[in-house]
């Protein structure tokens, strides 16, 4: 398996409080994703980087942001939790992004909890 | 929305049977990949098939795209009760470095 590990697995915390996502890679790829599961719409993109600092938005990144200071590490931030943003996230990584016919591993998901 | 769709959103058969679920998607792509996910688990990637490929086969896995009509197949041969998973299907849209998702198949495999 990939190694990603992505930290809390499970988190509850209350609306309006920040709450900050960890994953962290150990095989150097250059893309990594943040997406979010929900019953009934599948995995939606919230943001992407494709280089250190280099970051784009995904289809649903309002409310979110992400920073990347360095290869193996991507952070997912809620500036201030709302319950629509309770959800199963999960982080991928991949070598060449979705140009390069290369697969995207996942970690095992944080499922968030907001009261 | 950009999502693809996958067809059927639940599909219950018999071990030993074989499994067919669908995949259609919106825009001009640059690869398919089919993926697996177990309760609970992140997902698994399956096979990618390019988008100048018609049909690829890996294990008892067999995919088919069809770029005209904008639609894959994932065929799962002798499925067996370990196949019993939410299968998603991911599109590669050209020109970017997302991928979408489709909203997932979700397989029964009855021992």
């Known amino acids: 398996d990939a190694g990603i590990t992505q930290s809390p697995r499970h988190k509850v915390t209350e609306t309006g409080t920040p709450v900050t996502l960890r994953c962290h890679q150990t095989?150097?790829?250059?893309?990594m994703y943040w997406y979010r599961q929900d019953p009934g719409h599948g995995l939606r993109l919230i943001h992407y980087s494709y280089g250190v600092k280099d970051t784009d938005k995904g289809e649903v990144s309002d409310g979110y942001s992400v920073s990347r200071s360095k290869t193996e590490d991507f952070l997912l931030t809620l500036e201030s939790a709302t319950s629509s943003q309770t959800s199963v996230y999960f982080c991928?990584?991949?070598?060449?992004?979705?140009?390069?016919?290369?697969?995207?591993?996942f970690g095992d998901g944080t499922r968030l909890s907001i009261l | 929305s950009q999502q693809g769709e996958e067809d059927p959103q639940a599909l219950s058969i018999q071990e030993g049977e074989n499994a067919t679920m669908n995949c259609s998607y919106k825009?001009?792509?640059?690869?398919l990949q089919w993926y697996r996910q177990n309760s609970g688990r992140g997902l698994v990637h399956l096979i990618l098939i390019r988008s100048n490929e018609r049909e690829k086969h890996s294990g008892r896995l067999r995919v088919t795209l069809d770029t005209s009509k904008k639609s894959s197949s994932l065929l799962i041969t002798a499925s067996r009760a370990a196949d019993t998973a939410s299968y998603f299907c991911?599109?590669?849209?050209?020109?970017?470095?997302?991928?979408?998702f489709g909203t997932g198949t979700r397989l029964k495999v009855l021992a």
């Open positions: 991911a599109t590669a849209d050209s020109g970017t470095y997302k991928y979408i």
């Open positions: 991928a990584i991949s070598v060449s992004g979705a140009q390069g016919h290369q697969p995207q591993h």
């Open positions: 825009t001009s792509i640059n690869n």
């Open positions: 095989e150097n790829h250059r893309y």
